[in-house]
């Protein structure tokens, strides 16, 4: 039962990661309208929408962006940042649920044992080192927290922690971050390229730390 379960987080994972690459996606002007269009209920429909379509693939810089543009840069980001959180516990919960037990007994003693001892050990870290690589998928790597050792609560408050920065970049400079060219364009660019030096730094560290004898 163990493989079967880990079988189907697979699947899953794998189905919905090429859904969102075949399905057309609404871009942050048709986001916006939507939410725009609930009225004073409309933090709440964020909120939702954030939470649930997290799990779903939807790409986490349109919300981050809309949010901005809605509500304000330090408001968005506080109601994108709660969503994102809550979109990545519970995608976090299916891959502990489905997957833990069958990686756990599979680890052996390799580099898929290191990581593991880095997110047991340093679940906090490990967690906002995670949320600072942008070449990491947000939604994938949900799922694949759930299969470490990492505790739930370190990787809930890690996640709100490391997503501060990039939802703060996304939410101050609106659809520059999903364009090319521009100066605005360009310093979302420099910033995700700063905080993803910074986070390869801070991950190399803890894997060594991890591979020291104790």
Known sequence: MREVRVT?????VVVLAVTVAVVDLPEVAQVRAWIE??????????????????????????????????FGVVPGA??????FTAGALLSFWVGR???????????????????????AANGL???IVL???????????????????????????GTAIG??????????????????GSPRSIAAAAAWLVLSAAGLVWGNRLL??????R
């Open 125 to 127: 870290a490990a967690t």
């Open 37 to 70: 269009a609930a009225g004073a209920w409309a933090p709440f429909v964020f909120l939702l929408l954030g939470a649930l379509g997290t799990p779903l693939f939807l790409p986490k810089p349109v919300l981050a962006t809309a949010s901005g543009l809605l």
């Open 97 to 119: 649920l489905l997957g833990r037990d069958a990686v756990a007994r599979r680890l052996g003693a390799g580099r898929l044992r290191v990581l593991d001892d880095v997110f």
């Open 163 to 180: 997503l501060v920065p990039t939802t703060l970049v996304a939410a101050f400079l609106g659809d520059a971050v999903l364009g090319l």
């Open 8 to 12: 189907a987080l697979v699947v899953l």
């Open 208 to 213: 060594r730390e991890a591979r020291v004898p």
């Open 131 to 157: 949320r600072l690589l942008p070449v990491v998928p947000f939604a994938a790597s949900n799922y694949g927290a759930g299969v470490t050792a990492v505790r739930p609560l370190w990787f809930g408050l």
């Open 78 to 83: 506080a109601l994108a940042i709660a969503a």
